[in-house]
């Protein structure tokens, strides 16, 4: 991309993605930067994943950095938080996109099974928009954007880990909407089915056609499509948006 050629809805705004090496991660990495933001890449396991991401970006004359922590402990987060603000000046937007999903039947799930969940899904939102919303409140503004999904409110067999974090995630994107405003907005994208490789791995032929077929668009979306609304939410036009698990599951 030509960074230079593009709109600058996000000059030198410092976002900060989990899971960013990744899929949606990726994506929204690529297209904040494209708009003229200052990208911060975490990552837990892959640090080829993440150095990559930063490799596209600073190619083409945009900012970005990898930054390795495990969203579930506390120490990670400080020290993430910490590496982001001397390196940017602070964060004016947080994705809280990583997400883990360990499909099993209810009565096989493990207590590892669910923790690890809980500890992704959940429990890293919490730690970091905790430390991040601290920086946001004191600086009198910020976003705050968590990636939930429809099994939040429409349970599928195999899931309840997934769907019930998920579904924890949109009850504290409103509690955190309540106390951070009002200059810092919070809202959750509540996304289907993706049509990537990932999906096509999860998934059987048979239960992709299912659930296309069971939304009015009939068909999956797409990274680019989803990074395009998490943009928008993200950016002054949805200043009057806050509290709101917006569905973006095609119908």
Partial sequence: FKRENDMSRFLDKSVLITGGGRGLG????????????????????????????????????????ACHADIARLDDVTAMVEQVVTTYGGVDILINN?????????????????????GVNLKGPFLL????????????????????????????????NYAASKAGLNMLTQSMA???????????VGLGFVDSALVRELFTPEQI??????????????YEETSAFVLMLASDTASFVTGQTIPFDGG
């Fill in 209 to 222: 056609e299912q659930a296309k077929d069971n939304v009015p668009v009939k068909r999956m979306t797409t």
């Fill in 129 to 160: 928009s905790q430390a991040v919303g601290r920086l946001m409140v004191a600086a009198g503004q910020g976003r705050i954007v968590n990636i939930s999904a429809a099994t939040a409110i429409q349970a599928r067999i195999g899931n309840a």
């Fill in 178 to 188: 309540l106390e951070l405003g009002p200059h810092v907005t919070v809202n959750a």
């Fill in 98 to 118: 990583a997400g883990l999903s360990i499909d099993k039947p209810f009565l096989e799930l493990s207590e590892k099974d669910w923790d690890q969940a809980m």
């Fill in 26 to 65: 990726h994506q929204l990495a690529v297209d904040f930067a494209r708009e003229g933001a200052n990208v911060t890449v975490n990552y837990s396991s892959s640090a080829a994943a993440a150095d990559e991401t930063v490799k596209r970006i600073t190619e083409t004359g945009g900012q970005a950095i």
